[in-house]
């Protein structure tokens, strides 16, 4: 188990995946090379910072293609990786525990949102007002 408490308040980077900076997608791969378990490469194609506009769905079909989906939010356990939807826009985030408990970031909302990391529980997420869950992600090696 690595120290969660190194990926929470981490500064928000697009493209970043050290504690440095990371987007949504950076910690998960931070958080996979922290625990020692492969991370399967990139689609290839050029991400810019409004990709999510262009292809909504294109990193849960990345996913699909490298990970078994989970459709149950109470199976979800260590490692899994979360999609999810805050207002219309897809945000990802990856499992740390059996507690339900996920660390995840947002770009910052305005100059005064400074766009840093967290952890916190999943299902009171998914309660919030326009937060919706979309799938969950397990390694195949699991």
């Known amino acids: 188990m690595t120290d969660l408490k190194k990926f929470i308040g981490v500064p928000y980077r697009f493209l970043g995946d050290t504690f440095e900076g990371f987007d949504c997608i950076g910690v998960i ?6 625990c020692g378990w492969p991370l399967v490469e990139s689609d290839g194609k050029p991400i810019d910072p409004d990709w999510y506009q262009k292809d909504k769905y294109r990193l849960a079909r990345y996913f699909l293609k490298h990970f078994d989906r989970i459709t149950d939010v109470d199976i979800l356990k260590d490692g899994d990786i979360v999609m999810f ?5 897809a945000h990802c985030g990856v499992i740390v525990d059996s507690y339900g408990r996920f660390i995840s970031t947002f770009p910052p909302m305005s100059k005064y949102n400074g766009g840093i ?6 299902r009171f ?6 937060v919706k869950f979309i799938s969950g992600f ?3 090696d699991s």
């Open 29 to 34: 791969k931070l958080y996979y090379r922290e």
């Open 85 to 89: 939807e805050i207002n219309g826009e």
């Open 117 to 122: 990391s967290f952890c916190d529980k999943l």
């Open 125 to 130: 997420w998914l309660n919030m007002r326009g």
């Open 138 to 140: 397990r390694r195949r």
